[in-house]
């Protein structure tokens, strides 16, 4: 009964972080314009902490290059299992207008494993809110099957 | 047999009347914010969601003393309820306080350390009040047992105004909230980032919150004593001081700890003092 209880708190606590690999800022903002009180994702028990150690849910923005790719690694290897990642934005996605730029690796998927892609430049408070429970649904779904 | 009831009660209604203190308090202070905030029962997500999170740990030290620091507040909630003696339960809620410092220490990040040594200092700040309104009890009932406290046929308050306000720092204090919240930001991503909790992950995280609930609720008992003669009086004197403290949390920035030093010695000490002196000469 407890561990179904833990089960079902996993998608109704997530704590997320976010981190940004060098973007325009404009994901930025939305991730954090969807703490305000006209999305207040507060009442989904999302909560943005600052710490990796008491993150679930990484959100990246912006284009991974080689000078952050080590710090995104460790920040992911940081957070405690089970966790979910989700690249925010066309430069998350797929590195957007800069993927061709000689100092630029790509994608967050070039360097830890993307549960969701949210499209959008920027991406809309909407689309993140709906990404994040997306990404639980994919969450749960992985607890489960262990 | 009896004692051993109230124990029971106290272990097992600690955790629920803190995590549900916890979760009015979040809904408040969304109602502040004109925002809907999360459901009452959030805190107990949280808690169970990082019970099942894998295991991180940077040293042993930190396992133990997480361990030390639930324990020891358990055990004094258990002698409040046990209507033990307040010095006992002064003590084993400090021998707590300081575990949780020493986990902190353990690790070398800076902003575990900073919180630590933050957190120190709001230890020494609430501690001398919390042991002069234990004079105040013992001036007024000639014991320091709870037990005499039951007896008085008057309500404490009456007679220990001053050492209330007092014990009202001491609880914001306790509660980490602001504006002496500098030991762990509520919003972990200020410039401490969770201070004297940055190091506790996952279970061990859990095992502070939980302590952290049996905490509030030591506190809060203490302010219930000072109504013991009307169960209704003493409802009406704890919603008004929680709801207090959740307006005061969220009107007030965030103050250095030379500035709580400062209001808690002069003002606190100085109000309990005060109220001291009116009970030994009265």
Redesign the interface.
């Known amino acids: 009964m407890?561990?179904s209880?833990?089960?079902?708190?996993?998608a109704?606590?997530p704590?997320i972080m976010h981190f940004d690999c060098g973007s325009c800022n404009g994901c930025d903002i939305e991730v954090l314009a969807c703490l305000t009180?006209l999305y207040?994702v507060?009442?989904?028990?999302i909560?943005?902490?600052?710490?990796p150690?008491?993150a679930?849910v990484l959100l990246v923005t912006g284009t991974v290059n080689y000078r952050n790719a080590k710090v995104l690694k460790n920040i992911y290897d940081?957070m405690?299992?089970?966790k979910a990642v989700i690249a925010i934005g066309a430069c998350g996605n797929t590195g957007g207008v800069f993927r061709e730029a000689y100092n630029v690796i790509g994608g967050i998927d070039k360097v830890i494993p993307v549960d969701v892609y949210v499209p959008g430049c920027p991406a809309k408070p909407e689309a993140i809110i709906d990404g994040v429970v997306t990404g639980l649904a994919k969450f749960a779904e992985k607890v489960e099957a262990e | 047999m009896d004692t051993l009831i109230l124990v029971i009660i106290g272990l097992v209604a600690g955790p629920v009347i803190g995590g549900l203190v916890a979760g009015l308090d979040?809904r408040v202070t969304?109602w502040f914010?004109?925002?809907?905030?999360?459901?009452i029962m959030?805190a107990?997500?949280?808690v169970?969601?990082l019970?099942?999170?894998?295991?991180?740990v940077v040293n042993q030290w930190q396992v133990l003393c997480a361990w030390v620091y639930l324990i020891a507040a358990a055990v004094s909630v258990a002698l409040f309820f046990a209507q033990g003696d307040l010095l006992l339960i002064f003590f084993v809620q400090a021998i707590g306080a300081v575990f949780l410092v020493m986990g902190a220490m353990a690790a070398k990040s800076p902003y575990s350390q900073v919180g630590a040594q933050r957190e120190l200092m709001q230890i020494l700040a609430y501690e001398p009040v919390l042991i002069l309104v234990f004079v105040g009890f013992y001036l007024t009932t000639g014991s320091f047992s709870i037990e005499a406290v039951w007896q008085l046929d008057q309500p404490l308050l009456a007679k220990m105004p001053l050492l209330y306000l007092a014990l009202g720092y001491a609880l914001t204090i306790k509660l980490r909230k602001s504006p002496f919240d500098f030991s762990t930001s509520h919003?972990?991503?200020?410039e401490l980032?969770?201070g004297v909790?940055?190091?506790?992950?996952?279970p061990y995280?859990a095992l502070v919150e939980i302590a952290h609930w049996y905490e509030t609720v030591l506190v809060l008992g203490l302010c219930a004593l000072f109504w013991t003669t009307n169960v209704a009086w003493m409802a009406v004197l704890l919603i008004g001081t929680y709801m207090l403290e959740i307006l005061v949390d969220n009107t007030m920035a965030r103050m250095t700890w030379r500035w709580m030093l400062k209001r808690v010695w002069l003002l606190g000490m100085g109000m309990s003092v005060v109220n001291l002196i009116w009970l030994y000469a009265g």
């Open positions: 407890f561990g209880f833990i089960k079902k708190s996993r109704k606590s704590w009180p207040d507060e009442r989904f028990g909560i943005n902490v600052g710490n150690k008491h679930d940081q405690p299992e089970p | 979040r969304a914010q004109s925002r809907q905030g999360p459901p959030q107990f997500y949280d169970a969601k019970l099942g999170k894998e295991k991180m919003h972990g991503h200020q980032v969770k909790l940055t190091e506790y992950s996952g995280l």
